[in-house]
Structures are given as C-alpha cells and as structure tokens.
C-alpha cells in the first residue's frame, strides 16, 4: 500500500533534510510554512523557528527554520547573513 505524504511531513522532512533554510527559501517550495510550522511544532514534530532581531532589513530572511542538531549550523548561516548586510551598509 502506497502511503502519500502530508504536506506537512513533506515540510518536516524538507527542513531536516536541507534545514537550517530561510522563510524566503521554504515559501518557494511551501507556500503556507507557517501554517505548516504551527502543526508541526504543535505536535511535536521537532522543527523550530528562529527570528532575527532586526526582521524590517532581512524580510524573508529574518525567519529561519531548523531541525535539532541543525543549531550550529543556523547560527553560522545567520551571522555570515549579518555580516554581509553589515558590510552593504
């Protein structure tokens, strides 16, 4: 019997194959991530969201979305984004 995916089991295993991705990388894929987020987390799926303290200048890219284990590597991600609006400015 051949079982088809969720959408939000496709979201999960999405962010926990390719995570830690921004908003601005999951809404070309998932159009409703933060719908599918909310359902996730509320059954406790194990994807987590992070918002950069300044959202107005990233858009998009102040949310991130991540699995656990995935945390060094969303904070690498988010200070290397940090850093290169630093340097635009």
Known sequence: MDMKKT???SFVEYVQKNGPLPASDIDKIFKKHNELFLRA??????IRRYVVSAP???GKMATWYYAPGQEAALKERVISLVKGLKNLS
Do not use: A, P, V
Not at 41 to 46: K, N
């Open 56 to 58: 107005r200048k990233l």
């Open 7 to 9: 959408n939000m089991e």
């Open 41 to 46: 987390h509320s059954r406790g799926l194990g």
